[in-house]
């Protein structure tokens, strides 16, 4: 009788660790995919984050662009009124020094 009970609590035993084991398995699948997970999901922030900042220095790129532009056609205006004003004045002078050499 003695020998059935100890073999009983070795069987019972062996079947505690068995669960034992196949709980520590599952538990270390359920943290290395949540691990997975969280790594996927920081991943996506990332390149959602990388693809907000492309976004907004793509638009102020463009913004700059745009400035640069208005400032070159109003550098430009401003060159065809000073070379409006001035051609009168250059064309007296050239005919000036014209005449004096001839």
């Known amino acids: 009788m003695a020998e059935r009970l100890i ?4 069987t019972i035993e062996l079947k505690a660790d068995k669960i034992i084991s196949e709980a520590r398995e599952q538990a270390e699948r359920l943290l ?7 790594k996927a999901d920081s991943e996506a922030v990332n390149l959602n984050a990388k693809k907000k900042a492309a976004v907004i220095i793509g638009a102020a ?13 109003a550098n430009e205006a401003q060159c065809r009124e000073l070379a409006e004003k001035t051609a009168p004045k250059m ?10 050499l001839f």
């Open 7 to 10: 073999k009983e609590v070795q």
């Open 91 to 100: 064309k007296k002078a050239v005919q000036a020094i014209v005449m004096a």
């Open 32 to 38: 290395a995919d949540a691990a997975a997970k969280a």
């Open 61 to 73: 790129e463009n913004a700059a662009a745009k400035e640069q532009l208005k400032m070159t056609r």
